[in-house]
């Protein structure tokens, strides 16, 4: 079923046909796939899958006319989903934009050349490297704070729309103690991030070479004096990588219904580069300050979405389920599918677009799907 923007924006306000849908009131959720290049439509075409109604919506990028304007993505690389909007990076000039596909709308952030450090912060040749861009809030709203990963070493900065000419840094770029015995300073990277609208604070997800991973709570309601809120530390041991089996990732995903945070160890197959299986945590805050994690075994009626994107939670759909797509392990290989963790079993998340069919002017660039909250806002 093919739909541009009008009856996109119809289905977003609960009209027009639904297609085997076995919940009242489907989620707005979309999965981002590769885009593809339709000369009679106008050019490149988006393509989102939704679950609850099973079809795709065919969304024209460029609107009516002959002669499609060069939009500033037109070169561009998806590099996360928030709050209805994508995230993007010009692979050309390395600016950064958000877009929303619905509204067509676009929005210019601060270059990631604004960073100090150009030597830690830009790959050789000046390219920049963007793991993952998250917002706090609807880019309309003038809170909204903007949260980057960046560089080969995948640290951290953020910015407030609207506001903000530059991205401010935040963290140390390396670890607080270093390898007694080689005396190896280690690199601080972040592995994931998410924003909890409760509490107003980012969560995020440290990983280096001399612990396997930590959490940071950071408050960034002052642009001039980031406040490290909070920190927990897993004990310090270097990650085991004598597994021959397995690389493990790790996301944070938060329920804004709940209140909660979770924690998902993803291991995936080395030979296959696919996820085997999820292990969640609930990550709770104790009376004495401190983070702990607890094996969630059961999710409740709440079923997490993973990924690229920032990862969160619908309630009433395949409850106790974690959908993901790609993690940063597969480079760019296709890793989309849902877990039981009920089963502890892995099956398909079917689209009828396969991966390998984008017909885009470079499809060794074709992005992995996102997960992504359409919204006319």
């Known amino acids: 079923m093919k739909m541009i923007f009008r009856a996109a924006a119809a289905r977003l306000h609960g009209h027009g046909r639904r297609m085997m849908s076995t919940n009242p009131h489907p989620p707005k959720l979309w999965l981002m796939l590769p885009p593809t290049f339709d000369r009679r439509r106008g050019g ?29 993505d037109d070169n561009a690389q998806v590099v996360g989903s928030s709050h209805g909007w994508l995230a993007l990076m010009n692979r050309r000039n390395n600016e950064l934009f958000l877009s929303n596909p619905i509204t067509r709308r676009h929005i210019r952030l601060p270059p990631i050349q604004s960073l100090p450090n150009p030597e830690l912060n830009l790959l050789p040749g000046g390219k920049a490297r963007v793991s993952k861009l998250i917002l706090s809030a609807s880019p309309d709203n003038k809170e909204c704070r903007a949260m980057v990963s960046f560089g080969q070493d995948d640290r951290l900065a953020f910015c407030r729309l609207g506001h903000s000419q530059e991205w401010v840094p935040i963290g140390k770029p390396y670890m607080d103690r270093d390898d007694e015995i080689y005396k190896i300073v280690y690199p601080k990277s972040y592995d994931d991030f998410v924003f909890s609208s409760k509490s107003n604070v980012f969560t995020c997800l440290t990983k280096s070479g001399i612990h396997v991973w930590g959490l940071e709570e950071w408050d960034l309601t002052n642009m001039d004096s980031p406040k490290l809120a909070w920190i927990r530390k897993n004990d310090d041991k270097y990650e085991d990588e004598a597994d021959d089996e397995f690389v493990r990732g790790e996301h944070l995903a938060y329920a804004e219904q709940t209140d909660e945070l979770f924690l998902v160890m993803r291991y995936i197959d080395k030979p296959e580069r696919k996820t085997a299986f999820l292990v969640p945590y609930r990550v709770k805050k104790e009376e004495d300050g401190w983070m702990r994690t607890y094996p969630c075994s059961c999710l409740g009626d ?6 690229t994107n920032h990862s969160f939670a619908i309630s009433h759909f395949n409850p106790n389920s974690i959908y993901f797509t790609h993690h940063k392990q597969h480079h760019h290989q296709s890793d989309v599918g849902i877990y039981d963790n009920t089963k502890y079993t892995v099956s398909n998340c079917y689209y009828p677009i396969p991966w390998h069919h984008t017909n885009t002017n470079n499809t060794s660039i074709a992005p992995p799907p996102i997960w992504f909250t359409p919204t006319l806002i």
């Open 44 to 72: 490149m075409v988006y393509n989102f899958y939704s679950p609850a109604e099973q079809e795709v919506v065919l969304i024209n990028k460029y609107g009516p006319g002959p002669d499609p304007p060069e939009l500033p």
């Open 302 to 307: 709440l079923a997490l979405f993973v990924g």
